[in-house]
């Protein structure tokens, strides 16, 4: 799975979930999917162990599993910059990423619904920032669907219940590319660098998670919120008309060829 974590957006205060890669052992094969050789930590098969990440959080790494921690510290470090105050949430669980689902659909909306239970809790009116678009998806899929299903709210409940934890529908779940462009823009992002990336031709990339099927700061079909920001700290943005296609990820257990393709 990948971390979650929350935002102070303007002028509010915000809980952050520790912005972990984890990839889930033996259920989305994790190597394949981060270069073990790139990661900052990683276990043989057979290998698990408790590891203390430099923000002070733990994490547990199972077998044949790989770890990567630089998207925390860079999320963090651009936050700060832009005057953000991030909390990390107690006691944050993995969001269950794809491969809850195919185990059971209700754990894979308990898992993201147990954290914004959390930050109900414990800051009442914070909004959910997700730099990681699948804690993204699934946040927000637990936000939609239990706003239009009152009986599978009230079945989330009952399992987060199990932990002392209740649901509320009271939190906001936003993407961090949001809250940058939206909360922040670009204006404001380029008077904050300090060494701009003048040189760069950058591609902006989007995929599926974080524009569909819930379409709430972008098009789907023609994204264009990471072109300012892009600009915004220097770099050129190279055009193309592939930002919003999918990586084709979900074919990678089942059609690999397909899926690389």
Not at 26 to 52: F, K, V
Not at 112 to 133: M, Q, Y
Not at 150 to 159: D, F, K, S, W
Request: net charge negative; charged share 25%.
């Amino acid at each position: 799975c990948w971390g979650d974590a929350e935002l102070l957006g303007l002028g509010r205060r915000a809980f952050a979930l520790a912005c972990a890669a984890l990839v889930v052992a033996g259920t989305i094969n994790g190597p394949d999917l981060i270069e073990p050789w790139l990661a900052d930590y990683r276990n043989d098969a057979g290998e698990i162990r408790s590891l203390a990440l430099p923000d002070g959080s733990r994490v547990l790494l199972g077998s044949n599993s790989a770890l990567d921690v630089e998207y925390d510290a860079s999320t963090r470090s651009v936050l700060e910059t832009l005057g953000a105050e991030l909390v990390e949430l107690e006691d944050w669980t993995c969001c269950g990423a794809s491969a809850s689902e195919s185990q059971s659909l209700l754990l894979s909306l308990a898992l993201p619904a147990r954290n914004l239970a959390l930050a109900e809790r414990d800051g009442a009116g914070v909004d959910v920032l997700a730099p990681c678009s699948a804690c993204y998806l699934n946040l927000k899929r637990v936000e939609e669907n239990t706003r239009k299903d009152e009986g599978l709210l009230n079945r989330v409940n009952t399992v987060l219940s199990e932990d002392g934890l209740t649901y509320g529908r009271q939190t906001k779940t936003r993407h961090l590319l949001d809250v940058l462009a939206n909360d922040f823009g670009a204006e404001r992002i380029a008077e904050a660098t300090t060494n701009r990336l003048s040189g760069f031709s950058v591609v902006p990339y989007y995929g599926c998670q974080c524009l569909r099927p819930f379409t709430v700061f972008d098009d789907p079909e023609r994204p264009h919120t990471m072109e300012p920001l892009i600009e915004a700290v220097g770099a050129e943005v190279f055009g193309w008309s592939m930002g919003g296609k999918c990586c084709g990820a979900g074919l990678m257990t089942t059609k690999k060829e397909l899926g690389l393709e």
